[in-house]
């Protein structure tokens, strides 16, 4: 627990230290967040504030992760881990930056960020696979999934890491949310002998609180898809080498729960397009706007109030997945 510990201190700290440097850079650089049209109208009011803030959480979690490492060690899955959240980050980034050279919040493709995701997440699956990490590593809540096991934890890793970039869309939400969800899996790991993939997760934490210095509201950095990717993607990676999938799945419920309301928005609306054309769909929508977290503000409930609640609910959340990773909830 102390690598754990030192890690995540370490992390949080170099992110506050190395944020105010990348900060006034991208400032400079005129790297700054178009705000996209389907956001609510007060949203308006943050256009302009510099985006890729993601690298300031990168920054403290390399600093966390490497000090941690040359303390105890590193095996060959949390090398493996460390490797794809650095891939993963470059997606976010290549996305980010060609959103800013067309000056719009269209970067990459839908189709083309998704094939980027899956080689990525490919890649990782098919070394954890040849290293062998675990003997047990495709049996899964006592459950032997066999060969199954290797595209499900594809799906995991796009699918979270999607839901954490549908999640960062308001101050702090996707940062805090992650900070807790990877906390907890540092906690977890943290009684089995995965000491390199604890250091890694408490670093993550570390990295996301940190990056709360100047991201809380009212954000002086968006964390861009540049951090929001490697988030969620970073905590699939860590989940699936230190087998916590479904502690993982249920300490990231909040994230989930985006993803879902948009979903259920698009399908409901092309749904009733059809049979009831294009005027009907628009006036009969599931949420006054999706993700859940513009639903949220669309109702009156301030943007501050939304963030703290997603941030309880996480915290709720991972205490549920370290009650089943304890087995009190089985």
């Not at 189709?111 to 990782?124: I, N, P, S, T």
């Not at 909040?254 to 309301?261: K, N």
Request: charged share 15%.
């Amino acid at each position: 627990m102390t690598a754990a510990v030192v890690s995540f201190a370490v992390s949080l700290f170099a992110a506050v230290a190395f944020g105010r440097p990348i900060l006034r850079w991208l400032q400079a650089s005129g790297v700054r967040q178009t705000i996209s049209s389907d956001a609510p109208e007060r949203h308006a009011a943050k256009q302009g504030t510099p985006t890729m803030g993601g690298l300031i959480l990168l920054a403290g979690t390399v600093c966390g992760t490497v000090v941690g490492w040359t303390a105890w060690g590193v095996s060959s899955g949390g090398a493996l881990a460390a490797c794809a959240i650095g891939l993963s980050a470059a997606i976010g980034a290549l996305d980010d930056r060609l959103s800013l050279r067309r000056g719009t919040n269209l970067g990459l493709k839908a189709r083309e960020k998704f094939a980027l995701q899956v080689v990525v997440a490919l890649a990782f699956v098919a070394g954890v696979a040849l290293i062998g990490a675990r003997r047990d590593q495709t049996i899964v809540a006592g459950l032997d999934l066999g060969p199954a096991y290797w595209p499900l934890a594809v799906v995991l890793i796009v699918g979270l890491s999607n839901a954490t970039n549908l999640a960062d869309g308001l101050d702090g939400l996707t940062a805090g949310s992650a900070a807790i969800a990877s906390a907890g899996l540092a906690v977890m790991l943290s009684s089995g002998s995965g000491k390199d993939v604890t250091v890694l997760a408490a670093a993550l934490a570390g990295g996301c609180a940190g990056l709360l210095w100047y991201g809380a509201y009212p954000a002086l950095v968006f964390m861009g898809d540049t951090g929001s990717l490697a988030v969620g993607a970073g905590l699939a990676y860590i989940g699936l080498v230190g087998k916590l999938e479904v502690p993982l799945i249920v300490a990231t419920l909040p994230f989930w729960a985006e993803t879902l309301s948009v979903m259920i928005q698009v399908t409901v609306f092309k749904w009733r397009k059809r049979r009831h054309g294009i005027e009907f769909a628009r006036a009969h929508r599931v949420f006054r706007r999706a993700p859940l977290h513009h639903h949220l503000e669309e109702c009156g409930v301030p943007e501050t109030r939304i963030v703290a609640r997603f941030w309880l609910c996480a915290a709720a959340c991972t205490a549920l997945g370290l009650a089943w990773h304890l087995g009190l909830a089985r």
